[in-house]
């Protein structure tokens, strides 16, 4: 018994070389997807890895941010309740100076401490007892707290102090009187160079970057530090444009606004602080090894493919192109079957569906003796729906107006289609005249009651006309009849003012019964 006929067969000599070209072919195309696998997978796992790295460069950074400014506003607040409780006077004034040095000293990361009176006049600070003439009531973090009630921690941009030249982070906190009145400033100044010489500490290459900045875009610090770092600002760029208005952190690959360098990034809004922090490494840098790796094995792999091709190449490409002539025709006739029965827009039947549905239902009822309607239902004043709101909205009305009528045409063999243009037509198989009657009208109802807008209506809102025709054992042919029956009815409800039903019953050869009062059923708005 051979279990396995078909290898059992000898080839034939034309089949002979097929065979060992499709051999070599499936060789070379497992070569290629296992090797193409192997590298998308490795280009995977080196960007996660990447983006593991620097989020934990992100979050080292927020920490130490976080600790710095809290440690400042600690002292800041200790200093702003001893002044608003003891006040500034003479005797004061000494023992805060004596005070603000101890606190700078124990503090890491502060460089200095200063308290100012509401005239922006220097009170006390860590530095020199020469140093307390001036003013900086022209700061903007002091125009801030002289403006604003607020009581929070305040951390500006960077500024050039006065007392050492260095660019300096302000975190000020604001002195009240007992009223409640200002009455002073506490700051605190952080160097730029002490976030820098911690980013310097950090490992990413040579073209990475790392940066603090405010919420608002302006730099606090950041590696490499660019000529202009004061007056840098990254609010236009992807991370506070497009990632920081969907999610506090997460991870991205963004091109820099400053220097143009492709990098993948992590990025973290501080908790309870209005400071963003994010890191990131070069692109060409996380891949110059990948590519490496790339470039021998598709070395490789070329070479191997083309000693393959060379054995059966044309024969290859041959049954590539019969194979993706095949799926084009596959393609084709699947669309093709959808755009014979299905209207586009509407998703209802179209109207070569529903002709094909009619002639066979009506002929159907004509050997079955059995009733058959036909509802054709138009939407009213259309045109100055689409003159009033264009033609796009035109659709999306047309589409609710489709979804409105599958909804409550739900019977198994009942058929709802677009019959054309504002058009629809209900085909309803074994219903008679009532009961086509009543599904117009709760189409009807159902469209009016949704209210869709429609100010050039007098209605106010979309509604629709219907006319509706039904017979009983009807002729072979005389579907062609009940159609123009059930369009004159529609006119008919049209000039009777619209958002109606109307219909009437078709009896023996053609001959009608027209009912030209308004039925029980039909409903007036």
């Not at 860590?126 to 951390?155: C, M, P, W």
């Not at 969907?246 to 990025?267: C, F, L, N, P």
């Given at each position: 018994?051979?279990?396995?006929?078909?290898?059992?067969?000898?080839?034939?000599?034309?089949a002979?070389?097929?065979?060992?070209?499709?051999?070599?072919?499936?060789?070379?195309?497992?070569?290629?997807?296992?090797?193409?696998?192997?590298?998308?997978?490795?280009?995977?796992?080196?960007?996660?890895?990447?983006?593991?790295s620097?989020?934990?460069?992100?979050?080292?950074?927020e920490?130490?941010?976080?600790?710095?400014?809290?440690?400042?506003?600690?002292?800041?607040?200790?200093?702003?309740?001893?002044?608003?409780?003891?006040?500034?006077?003479?005797?004061?004034?000494?023992?805060?100076?004596?005070?603000l040095?101890?606190?700078?000293?124990?503090?890491?990361?502060?460089?200095?401490?200063?308290?100012?009176?509401?005239?922006?006049?220097?009170?006390?600070?860590s530095?020199?007892?020469?140093?307390q003439?001036?003013?900086?009531?022209?700061?903007?973090?002091?125009?801030y707290?002289?403006?604003?009630?607020?009581?929070?921690?305040?951390?500006?941009?960077?500024?050039?102090?006065?007392?050492?030249?260095?660019?300096?982070?302000?975190?000020?906190?604001?002195?009240?009187?007992?009223?409640?009145?200002?009455?002073?400033?506490?700051?605190?100044?952080?160097?730029?160079?002490?976030?820098?010489?911690?980013?310097?500490?950090?490992?990413?290459?040579?073209?990475?970057?790392?940066f603090?900045?405010?919420?608002?875009?302006?730099?606090?610090?950041?590696?490499?530090?660019?000529?202009?770092?004061?007056?840098t600002?990254?609010?236009?760029?992807?991370?506070?444009?497009?990632?920081?208005?969907?999610?506090?952190?997460?991870?991205?690959?963004?091109?820099?606004?400053?220097?143009?360098?492709?990098?993948?990034?992590?990025?973290?809004?501080?908790?309870?602080?209005?400071?963003?922090?994010?890191?990131?490494?070069?692109?060409q840098?996380?891949?110059?090894?990948?590519?490496?790796?790339?470039?021998?094995?598709?070395?490789?792999?070329?070479?191997?493919?083309?000693?393959?091709s060379?054995?059966?190449?044309?024969?290859?490409?041959?049954?590539?192109?019969?194979?993706?002539?095949?799926?084009?025709?596959?393609?084709?006739?699947?669309?093709?079957?959808?755009?014979?029965?299905?209207?586009?827009?509407?998703?209802?039947?179209?109207?070569?569906?529903?002709?094909?549905?009619?002639?066979?239902?009506?002929?159907?009822?004509?050997?079955?003796?059995?009733?058959?309607?036909?509802?054709?239902?138009?939407?009213?004043?259309?045109?100055?729906?689409?003159?009033?709101y264009?033609?796009?909205?035109?659709?999306?009305?047309?589409k609710?107006?489709?979804?409105?009528?599958?909804?409550?045409?739900?019977?198994a063999?009942?058929?709802?289609?677009?019959f054309?243009?504002?058009?629809?037509?209900?085909?309803?198989?074994?219903?008679?005249?009532?009961?086509?009657?009543?599904?117009?009208?709760k189409v009807?109802?159902?469209?009016?009651?949704?209210?869709?807008?429609?100010?050039?209506?007098?209605?106010?809102?979309?509604t629709?006309?219907?006319?509706?025709?039904?017979?009983?054992?009807?002729?072979?042919?005389?579907?062609?009849?009940?159609l123009a029956?059930a369009?004159?009815?529609?006119?008919?409800?049209?000039?009777?003012?619209?958002?109606?039903?109307?219909?009437?019953?078709?009896?023996?050869?053609?001959?009608?019964?027209?009912?030209?009062?308004?039925?029980?059923?039909?409903?007036?708005i």
């Amino acid at each position: 018994m051979k279990i396995f006929p078909f290898f059992s067969k000898r080839l034939t000599p034309a089949a002979l070389p097929r065979a060992l070209i499709c051999f070599i072919a499936l060789v070379g195309l497992s070569m290629v997807f296992a090797t193409g696998w192997q590298m998308n997978q490795s280009k995977i796992e080196r960007i996660a890895t990447v983006k593991v790295s620097v989020s934990n460069i992100v979050r080292a950074a927020e920490q130490q941010a976080q600790d710095t400014v809290n440690l400042a506003d600690n002292t800041l607040r200790d200093l702003a309740e001893r002044v608003e409780h003891d006040g500034i006077g003479p005797e004061q004034k000494a023992r805060l100076a004596a005070l603000l040095v101890q606190d700078v000293a124990n503090i890491k990361g502060i460089q200095g401490l200063f308290i100012y009176d509401a005239q922006g006049n220097w009170v006390a600070n860590s530095f020199s007892q020469g140093l307390q003439t001036k003013n900086n009531s022209d700061r903007a973090y002091f125009i801030y707290h002289r403006d604003n009630a607020d009581e929070s921690v305040h951390i500006g941009s960077i500024v050039e102090s006065r007392t050492t030249g260095d660019m300096i982070i302000p975190i000020s906190r604001r002195v009240k009187t007992t009223e409640g009145k200002f009455a002073g400033v506490v700051l605190a100044t952080v160097p730029v160079s002490y976030f820098q010489a911690f980013f310097e500490r950090m490992d990413v290459d040579d073209n990475g970057v790392i940066f603090l900045a405010l919420d608002n875009g302006d730099l606090l610090a950041r590696r490499p530090t660019p000529a202009s770092l004061m007056t840098t600002n990254v609010s236009k760029g992807d991370i506070f444009s497009l990632y920081l208005p969907k999610s506090d952190s997460g991870t991205a690959i963004i091109k820099s606004i400053i220097d143009g360098v492709e990098r993948i990034y992590a990025y973290r809004r501080v908790s309870g602080l209005p400071i963003v922090v994010a890191a990131g490494v070069s692109y060409q840098h996380v891949f110059a090894p990948w590519w490496a790796y790339a470039y021998r094995s598709i070395a490789l792999i070329g070479v191997i493919i083309l000693t393959l091709s060379l054995l059966g190449g044309l024969l290859y490409r041959q049954i590539r192109q019969l194979i993706a002539a095949e799926n084009d025709l596959s393609i084709a006739r699947a669309d093709l079957e959808i755009i014979a029965r299905t209207d586009s827009l509407t998703q209802l039947a179209n109207r070569r569906c529903f002709d094909s549905a009619l002639q066979k239902e009506w002929a159907r009822a004509s050997r079955n003796h059995s009733d058959i309607a036909l509802i054709l239902l138009d939407i009213d004043w259309f045109k100055q729906f689409n003159d009033h709101y264009g033609h796009l909205q035109g659709d999306e009305c047309l589409k609710q107006v489709a979804q409105l009528i599958s909804v409550n045409v739900n019977r198994a063999g009942d058929l709802a289609a677009r019959f054309g243009g504002e058009e629809f037509v209900i085909l309803l198989p074994e219903t008679d005249l009532a009961g086509a009657l009543s599904i117009a009208e709760k189409v009807r109802s159902a469209i009016a009651n949704t209210l869709i807008e429609h100010s050039a209506s007098p209605i106010g809102c979309v509604t629709v006309s219907a006319g509706v025709v039904a017979t009983y054992a009807p002729e072979k042919d005389g579907y062609e009849v009940a159609l123009a029956e059930a369009d004159r009815f529609l006119y008919f409800a049209k000039s009777k003012g619209r958002n109606r039903v109307e219909g009437q019953l078709i009896q023996g050869k053609g001959e009608s019964i027209h009912l030209a009062e308004p039925l029980p059923s039909t409903t007036d708005i």
